[in-house]
């Protein structure tokens, strides 16, 4: 089957209830997204299809064919020859969020569709929205910070 | 800066013979291992043993063969050096890094901060990252080693120039002219211009003073985020080696269970399986995808035999303190004879597990007579040790590449998943992943000990705590085989891990701590704050619970009974600053069912206060705001020791409400996140950090001793509220 992921067409060979997760990171080997729980808990394993933050654990790979798939190695965009980060990357460098970072793919996507959607979340937005991304590290209070701030960086970029 | 030109007599311990090695003239590269060696242990009383662990002052190992701080410095001026420590996230490589340029006046662009392994700047007890002491054991050493490389380019730098080396200072990574700073060559510059040997000084160098300090006590930004926030950090769970296959191993139906038979079945006939490996207490299976390897051990011919059956009234019967016996491991004074009105309580701490986000992971490629291993552990030379053992190769054999570690909290060790990917490896004749599901990880992983503490004093009518006794009971951390060492328990008679944070340090005139080692059939081992954790829980909720007895503010009782000397003065600060943050001295403003708790520790030279307020809704507790304030000496990074304090907040909550691991029939009853929740960003308090610089030398850690003092002071704020007294984690209402 034919997949479409951080807009490069790829071929892969996979069972149809292959998850998605292990097609990305054994068959392709876009480890990027991680692996946490296997059952849509964590959060770990985000991906967008279409823009929509969506657990890649649990979505079976033949039901996505032709859909658009954005990993975290598709985050960023190349200008130039520059990779430039999404606002969502740069907001949790800027806050020091990441401690081990093992969730933070999932993190990062879930936050990144979110902020489409509201473009000024207040804290408790924030807090629902990212309300099923667990974080062993605890570093809870700053994605808090970083997705208000990437909120903001991409509306400053939005008006740029 | 006349003061780098002053010398001082060669350190105890340093062992220059090895210190420097030179790569290959022609590469233009200064490498430099460093060996530092250490004092020995010297046997002494059990109690002094004991006490030297407790109090921090661990005796150390025994001097290492290898370098294990190795710097170098190429022609381009990009100077990478190796940490000797793990990255688990806490920042340990840019803090380390931080020190060494600082002290060797690097340019920090210039600086690139890469993981030690087995080939480079290895020592395979010191990379041993645990116990949160990779900066108190490593500030001075690195100090050392980067003052001598930077006094060795300066004088080589002057001799270039042909000038004395008063005329010549450094900074930036180049050597520059004091009367022309025009002039100035890089140190990547003097090494590619060097002639003959690199001589080390017979001398220490003297170190700066900390009044020019550049990067330590700044917040400098962590090293290893560009590559974590895009995706291309690689764990243990993401390596991927040329024609790698994936491995899966067949797991007991109980704790302790062994196999009795084991046959192939018909699993070699399986979809996509390569191999089956079956050897002496082990059976796994090799496949093209883990999938297949995982489906194919379902048709294995397995049987297993042993087991315990244990369940969880019977654990905690095990684990509980006994009426008499045990290990002394503080007495000051004489408890039994110090009079007074009784005050007692119990407190028990279940098990937990460490959850970390990345399951255990590793790949191994084994060729005949040496094997190359990738693993996500905090300890790659226990890791490297137990895989030489599994498949009968020289340790020297075995290159151990550590990668990013998804979280440790004591729970990477490497030695499961490194071992059953070096024995599929060596059987199938390929390289081979294997990566734990998560239901493996919460079941197959050991845990943190179930404790039971027992605590007692004596009150005089004025109101004076006359003395205070303590009982602890655990079982395994490092008494645990698997990851530790069963045989130090028989020299000891404790568990120095479980036991930590257990000595009272109060200023109570009559002390005494007994600890009471109960090991049970289930695995227990390393978990953050290890046995601080139940100990600080137990000790704090205490206190609290004799401040009350005695009529006095819980602050007020703790500032009463402050260590003398430094210590307490250190105490002093910190608590009063987490009081006056916390608002605590107007806590009656509070509407009702509002509280703050009061807490503190003191856990490996770290001293920590701790405010939790707490609000209590029909059946629901909720932590609002955490303050905390820690003192560990000196702060090297002050928004990464802020980030390990909101980390261990986060953590405290989470045990203090949520966590417990149950076992039945000798199995945990929780297999993944939905019988085991996690805190969430929503349940989260808002949380203030209070860094405190005591002196100019780190003294403790910061990754675990916080986590302790949480527990506590949420059950003190839902004393205050409810009027009940919660000795049990979970708390439930």
Request: aromatic content about 6%; glycine content about 10%; some cysteine.
């Amino acid at each position: 089957m034919q997949l479409s992921i951080n807009g490069r067409a790829y071929e892969v060979d996979a069972e149809p209830d292959e998850p998605l997760l292990w097609v990305l990171r054994d068959a392709l080997g876009l480890t990027g997204t991680k692996y946490g729980c296997g059952l849509g808990i964590c959060g770990s394993c985000t991906v967008h299809l279409d823009g929509v933050a969506t657990r890649s654990c649990v979505t079976p790979v033949s039901t996505i064919e032709g859909r658009a798939i954005t990993t975290i190695e598709g985050l960023a965009q190349l200008v130039d020859d520059v990779e430039v980060l999404h606002p969502v990357q740069q907001a949790f460098i800027d806050e020091q969020v990441p401690q081990c970072a093992w969730c933070m793919s999932g993190q990062m996507m879930t936050a990144a569709a979110f902020i489409e959607t509201n473009a000024a979340p207040t804290d408790e937005e924030i807090n629902v929205a990212m309300g099923a991304n667990y974080c062993r590290c605890g570093c809870y209070t700053r994605i808090k910070v970083a997705v208000a701030r990437a909120a903001e960086l991409a509306r400053e970029r939005g008006e740029a | 800066m006349s003061d780098t030109e002053q010398s001082k007599p060669e350190k105890r311990g340093m062992n220059r013979r090895t210190f420097l090695k030179v790569l290959g003239g022609g590469t233009a590269a200064l490498a430099v291992g460093v060996v530092i060696g250490g004092p020995t242990i010297v046997r002494e009383a059990r109690l002094r043993i004991n006490q030297a662990f407790l109090s921090g002052d661990a005796p150390t190992s025994p001097p290492p063969e290898s370098p294990f701080v190795w710097i170098e410095i190429g022609a381009d001026n990009q100077a990478y050096l190796y940490i000797p420590k793990v990255e688990l996230g806490q920042g340990i490589h840019t803090t380390l890094a931080q020190i060494a340029a600082d002290e060797m006046e690097l340019d920090w662009q210039q600086v690139t901060a890469r993981q030690a392994d087995t080939e480079r700047g290895f020592d395979p007890q010191l990379i041993f990252t645990f116990g949160s002491t990779s900066v108190t054991s490593l500030y001075a050493p690195i100090r050392e080693i980067g003052a001598t490389l930077r006094e060795m380019l300066r004088v080589e730098g002057a001799r270039q120039f042909g000038l004395d080396v008063a005329a010549v200072r450094v900074g930036n990574s180049a050597v520059f002219v004091v009367e022309d700073e025009q002039r100035r060559l890089t140190y990547g510059e003097i090494i590619a211009a060097k002639q003959g040997e690199w001589v080390l000084p017979t001398t220490q160098a003297a170190l700066k003073p900390s009044s020019e300090f550049r990067y330590i006590g700044q917040s400098v930004q962590r090293v290893d985020l560009r590559d974590k926030v895009t995706g291309r950090a690689m764990y243990g769970y993401d390596v991927r080696l040329d024609g790698m296959l994936y491995g899966a191993v067949a797991r007991p139906p109980q704790y302790g269970a062994t196999l009795k038979r084991a046959a192939a079945g018909d699993a070699e006939s399986q979809p996509g399986v390569f191999a089956v490996v079956i050897q002496d207490g082990f059976a796994g299976v090799v496949a093209e995808s883990r999938r297949k390897a995982r489906a194919a051990l379902e048709h294995l011919d397995l049987e297993w035999e042993g087991g315990t059956t244990i369940t969880q009234p019977e654990i905690e019967a095990i684990v509980s303190v006994p009426r008499e016996g045990g290990t002394l491991i503080q007495r000051d004074g004489d408890v039994d004879g110090a009079g007074g009105r009784r005050v007692e309580a119990a407190y028990r701490v279940p098990m937990a597990i460490h959850a970390q986000m990345e399951p255990q992971a590793a790949a191994a490629h084994v060729q005949g007579d040496r094997a190359m291993i990738f693993c996500s552990t905090q300890a790659p030379g226990l890791t490297r040790e137990r895989i030489a053992a599994a498949i009968a190769l020289d340790e020297q054999a075995i290159h151990v590449v550590p990668t990013m570690v998804g979280g440790g909290f004591g729970r990477k060790t490497g030695v499961d998943v490194g071992v059953e990917a070096a024995l599929l490896s060596q059987a199938a004749g390929v390289p081979v992943h294997v990566g734990w599901t998560r239901e493996e990880d919460t079941r197959y992983g050991y845990r943190r000990p179930p404790a039971a503490n027992f605590l007692w004093a004596t009150v005089s009518d004025a109101g004076e705590v006359l003395a205070i006794h303590h009982e602890i009971a655990s079982s395994d951390i490092l008494l645990n085989p698997q990851v530790g060492s069963a045989f130090l328990g028989t020299v000891l008679g404790t568990d120095p891990l479980a036991a930590y944070g257990g000595l009272i340090h109060y200023a109570i005139p009559n002390r005494r701590v007994v600890y009471h080692h109960c090991p049970i059939p289930v695995p227990t081992a390393y978990w953050r704050g290890l046995g601080s954790f139940p100990n600080t829980f137990a000790i704090e909720s205490f206190i609290d619970e004799l401040a009350e007895a005695t009529s006095s503010d819980a602050l007020d009782f703790r500032l009463r009974y402050l260590p003398e000397g430094e210590l307490g003065e250190r105490f002093s600060t910190v608590l009063n600053a987490v009081a006056d943050a916390s608002g605590w001295h107007e806590r009656d403003s509070l509407p009702a069912g509002r509280g703050l708790g009061f807490a503190s520790a003191y856990d490996r030279g770290t001293v920590v206060g701790v405010v939790a307020e707490v609000s209590v809704t029909d059946a629901n507790i909720r932590v609002e705001r955490v303050w905390c304030a820690v003192d560990p000496g000196l702060v090297v990074n002050p928004d990464g020791a802020a980030a390990q304090v909101q980390g261990s907040i986060v953590w405290g909550v989470g045990s203090a409400l949520i966590e417990e691991q149950v076992i039945a029939n000798g199995m945990s009853t929780s297999q993944n996140f939905d019988g085991y929740p996690l805190l969430t960003i929503a349940q989260t308090p808002e949380i203030t950090v209070l860094p405190i610089s005591s002196g100019d030398t780190p003294v403790g850690g910061l990754g675990e001793p916080v986590v302790g003092a949480v527990p506590p002071a949420i059950a003190n704020a839902l004393a205050a509220i409810t009027g009940r007294r919660f000795r049990r984690m979970p708390f439930r209402l």
